[in-house]
């Protein structure tokens, strides 16, 4: 089987159209209508096996999560996902693999509409690049450089979960629970959140290489600082199980894979923000403030912590 017979059966005969697709898979390049007033957001993530899963992952959480962290980096621009691109780098045709990674791959495309509308098929180490563009009006964009001075700090849904599932794989041991198992293998990306953050955020960003790190980016890049409370954070009771056992305290702040969203709100937009997680089902929680002193300070017992590691870091 060649690659136009893999594109055909796997990608092409299962996505569907969305609304601005003038061409999609099947000519040299996708054109696609941007409506006027609109801006484009695009992001592409590579997941690569070793680093970013295990050999053994079920392909249906691989494909899942290949678009999931895509459409994570849409939300935290408050984008709206309409399309993906799919560079698929495969050492066989594996008709089991490839039907298990399109399963995962287009029920989360199905749960936002969004078209697969071309990619790139090769023959080589496994890996897969997907790229995801989003619409979102020009005046509605956030980002990381938006935080200002006596914003309140939020997180959505709970911190640590993938983080325990991984301490699991590494170590052989036993904390995770099921939420946790989930979160690491399917993270869901939040976007029915961002698309009510428009007209309440400040800064915002995925976090997608732990709190410290990327909390870190949107300070220095919108040139303040802030306090993140210990107490504050939303831990699972698997979480708080683990750390009373381990004293890792720094686990759920260092770890990455979450992909919840990190976002900064004037403290006038609480009730909306409030308004905001019970008409989406996902708890946000304010977990600190902005503050003109450079850097990040979280507080644990009154005192601010030592974290030193700080993200993942290809390279080093
Ligand atoms: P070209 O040689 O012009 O680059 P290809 O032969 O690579 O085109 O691809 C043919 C068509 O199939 C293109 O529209 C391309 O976007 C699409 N395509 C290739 N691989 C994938 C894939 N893995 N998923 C979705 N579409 C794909
Ligand atoms: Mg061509």
Known sequence: ?????????????????????????????????????????????????????????????????????????????????????LALTLPEVDATWLDGFCAGFFELAGCFGVELAGGDTTCGPLSVTVQALGLVPAEAALGRDRARVGDDIYLTGRLGLAGLALEDARHASAWADAEACRRLRRPEP????????????????????GLVADLGHVLAASGVGGVVHYQALPLSPATLRYLDATGNWAMPLCCGDDYELCFTAPATVRGEVEALAAHTGVA?????????????RVLRQGRVMELERTGYRHFE
């Open 1 to 85: 089987m060649n690659e136009f017979a893999v594109i055909d059966r796997w990608f092409a005969a299962r996505t569907f159209r969305a609304a601005g697709t003038v061409r999609g898979i099947g000519d040299d390049a996708a054109l696609l209508q941007v409506p006027p007033g609109e801006l484009l957001a695009v992001t592409t993530d590579t997941l690569v096996e070793g680093v970013h899963f295990f050999p053994d992952d079920a392909a249906a959480d691989i494909g899942w999560k290949a678009l999931a962290v895509n459409l994570s980096d849409l939300a935290a621009m408050a984008a709206e996902p309409r399309w993906a691109f």
């Open 190 to 209: 939040r976007v029915a959140v961002a698309m009510g953050l428009r007209k309440l955020a400040h800064g915002c960003i995925d976090v997608s290489d």
């Open 284 to 296: 946000l929680t304010r977990i600190g403030t902005i503050e003109p002193q450079p850097g990040l």
